[in-house]
C-alpha cells in the first residue's frame, strides 16, 4: 500500500472510496518493509492510537494495535417468549395427579355449579401443568436477518433444526449422519443463495457501488 503511484495500489485505494471504506495502517509491517497487513474500516467507524508493533517476535509480520468503538452484544435489541417444554413431562406422574385431585371425585362435583365445575376444572389443570411442565421465559438477542435470507432457506433451517433435535433425542448414529448431511446441505444452499444475491445486486447497481451496502 505504501507504493501510491502502483496500479494495483491504485485499484485497491479507488475499490475502498467507492464502498466508503478507509485504510489506517501507514507503517511497515513486514520484517523486510511493505504495508502488507491492513486495518480497514467504514468511514464512520474511525480506530484510534493505530500502530505497528516493532519489537521482535517469532513471525516475519508485526501485528497491529489500535482501539476501536463497538456496539457490545447488549445493546442488540432483546426479545423474550415464554412456553412450556411438553415434551420432557412425566405423562404418567401427570395422570396420577389428576386422578387423584378433585377432578374424579364425584361427590365434590356433584355439587358444584355449571360456573364452579368450570372455574374448578380449569383451576385445578392449570396448578398441575404448572406442577409437571411449569413455565420457562427465555430471552434471546433479535438480530435481522440477512437481505438475501429467503423462505428457502428459512425452511431449510428448520429441517435442519428438526434434524438436530431429532438426533441429541435419539443419540442414534443414524440420525446423527442425517443431521450432518442436512446442515452440510444447508451451509452450502446459504453460499449459493448469497452469492446469487451479491451478484444480481452487482449486475444491477450500475455505477452505484454504495447501493449494494
Known amino acids: 500500500m505504501e ?8 485499484k485497491f485505494s479507488e475499490l475502498l472510496d467507492q464502498f466508503s ?5 501507514s507503517d511497515a509491517t513486514h520484517q523486510d518493509g511493505g504495508i502488507i497487513d491492513l486495518l ?9 492510537n493505530v500502530a505497528v508493533y516493532h519489537n521482535q517476535l517469532n513471525s516475519d509480520h508485526k501485528p497491529v494495535f489500535f482501539q476501536i468503538s463497538a456496539v457490545p452484544i ?4 432483546k426479545e423474550e417468549f415464554t412456553s412450556r ?19 374424579c371425585n364425584k361427590s365434590l362435583l356433584s355439587n ?11 383451576n385445578t389443570l392449570t396448578r398441575l401443568i404448572d406442577k409437571h411442565c411449569p413455565l420457562k421465559t427465555k430471552s434471546f438477542h433479535k438480530r ?11 425452511a431449510k433451517k428448520r429441517k435442519t433444526r428438526a434434524a438436530e433435535r431429532k438426533k441429541k433425542k435419539s443419540k442414534l ?11 452440510q446441505s444447508y451451509n452450502w444452499m446459504q453460499k449459493i443463495v448469497r452469492a446469487q444475491y451479491y451478484k444480481e445486486q452487482i449486475e444491477n447497481c450500475g455505477n452505484d457501488y454504495k447501493a449494494i451496502l
Open 144 to 154: 435481522p436477518l440477512s437481505r438475501w435470507f429467503n423462505e428457502r432457506l428459512q
Open 21 to 25: 471504506l478507509s485504510q489506517h495502517v
Open 173 to 183: 448414529l443414524s440420525d446423527d449422519l442425517n443431521y450432518k448431511a442436512e446442515r
Open 85 to 103: 417444554n411438553y415434551r420432557d413431562m412425566d405423562v404418567q406422574l401427570f395422570k396420577q395427579d389428576i386422578a387423584n385431585s378433585g377432578l
Open 40 to 48: 480497514i474500516t467504514s468511514s464512520k467507524d474511525l480506530p484510534r
Open 74 to 77: 447488549s445493546k442488540i435489541p
Open 3 to 10: 507504493l501510491v503511484e502502483d496500479r494495483y495500489t491504485k
Open 112 to 122: 358444584m355449579s355449571l360456573e364452579e365445575l368450570t372455574t374448578y376444572y380449569s
